[in-house]
């Protein structure tokens, strides 16, 4: 089925991104945009040098003319790995999802308002993927790569980290940076941990989680089932 808009997929950070805008705008007004959108991806890759784990050394990168964007994600990761016990540690992650958001948000202004952006294992929808529509975002059991969970958004992001084969954690909410980050944390917490900071974190919103364990178990905290996934054993929250 042809649907209105555009798409655009290009190897930045390490990964492969695409930006997939189904808002019915001519090509002359969307290419300029997503041009926009990709030049910021690779400026963010050269400042941040996410594909090469860069992103470790940011202390000593926050100088000079981009002292705004690097003081708010080295904030932020701070904030996030106090929140976390120190289990988040790798703002790499971090600033792949930030800088999605960012893009969302700029085509969003743009007038593109219904889009899917996508890199790696994280994603940020907004709007429609047609008329009246919710995006459909799959949840894959890291055991055989099967969609288990099907999430419907509007307007979601949606961060999972995968352990090998054995587990994996599906993190969503309002903002991708942040989804990305808890998500690697959880991952790095042993699974008992990881559940109660998940029961924490689903009962003080805006984010919730989806666990599905190295048996395909999955558990999941109830704001889940605002987007249509029943998550199996629900966690307490």
Same mark, same amino acid.
Request: hydrophobic share 45%.
């Given at each position: 089925?042809?649907?209105?808009?555009?798409?655009? +997929? $290009?190897?930045?950070?390490?990964?492969?991104?695409?930006?997939?805008?189904?808002?019915?705008?001519? *090509?002359?007004e969307?290419s300029?945009?997503?041009?926009?959108?990709? =030049?910021?991806?690779?400026?963010?890759? !050269? %400042?941040?040098? +996410?594909?090469?784990?860069?992103? *470790?050394?940011?202390?000593?990168?926050a100088?000079?003319?981009?002292?705004?964007?690097?003081?708010? +994600?080295?904030? &932020?990761?701070? $904030?996030?790995?106090?929140?976390?016990?120190?289990?988040?540690?790798?703002?790499a992650?971090?600033?792949?999802?930030? *800088?999605? $958001?960012?893009?969302?948000? =700029?085509?969003? @202004?743009?007038?593109?308002?219904?889009?899917?952006v996508?890199?790696?294992? /994280?994603?940020?929808? !907004?709007?429609?993927?047609?008329?009246?529509?919710?995006? &459909?975002?799959?949840i &894959?059991?890291?055991?055989?790569?099967? @969609?288990?969970?099907?999430?419907? #958004?509007?307007?979601?992001a @949606?961060a %999972?980290?995968?352990?090998?084969?054995? &587990?994996?954690?599906?993190?969503?909410?309002?903002?991708?940076? #942040?989804?990305?980050?808890y998500a690697? #944390?959880l991952?790095?917490?042993?699974?008992?941990?990881? !559940? !109660?900071?998940a029961?924490?974190?689903? #009962? =003080?919103?805006?984010?919730? +989680?989806?666990?599905? $364990?190295?048996?395909?178990r999955? %558990?999941? %905290?109830?704001?889940?089932?605002?987007?249509? *996934?029943?998550a199996?054993?629900?966690? /307490?929250?």
């Amino acid at each position: 089925m042809a649907f209105p808009g555009t798409a655009r +997929v $290009e190897q930045v950070m390490g990964l492969p991104v695409s930006v997939d805008v189904r808002t019915a705008l001519p *090509a002359r007004e969307l290419s300029p945009v997503l041009d926009d959108a990709f =030049a910021w991806l690779r400026w963010v890759d !050269r %400042t941040f040098d +996410v594909a090469d784990g860069g992103a *470790a050394d940011l202390t000593e990168r926050a100088s000079g003319d981009h002292t705004s964007e690097l003081t708010e +994600v080295l904030e &932020r990761c701070a $904030e996030m790995r106090d929140a976390t016990g120190g289990y988040f540690d790798d703002p790499a992650v971090y600033v792949r999802g930030w *800088a999605v $958001e960012r893009i969302s948000r =700029a085509l969003s @202004v743009a007038g593109a308002v219904d889009h899917c952006v996508n890199v790696g294992t /994280a994603v940020r929808v !907004r709007g429609s993927a047609r008329p009246g529509a919710h995006w &459909r975002i799959g949840i &894959r059991d890291p055991r055989d790569e099967q @969609v288990c969970k099907v999430l419907f #958004a509007h307007d979601l992001a @949606v961060a %999972t980290a995968h352990e090998g084969a054995r &587990r994996s954690v599906t993190v969503v909410g309002p903002d991708l940076g #942040a989804a990305c980050g808890y998500a690697a #944390a959880l991952r790095a917490m042993p699974p008992m941990p990881a !559940r !109660r900071f998940a029961e924490r974190l689903g #009962a =003080a919103g805006p984010y919730d +989680v989806l666990l599905v $364990e190295r048996d395909g178990r999955t %558990t999941g %905290t109830p704001g889940l089932m605002e987007y249509g *996934a029943a998550a199996g054993t629900a966690m /307490a929250g």
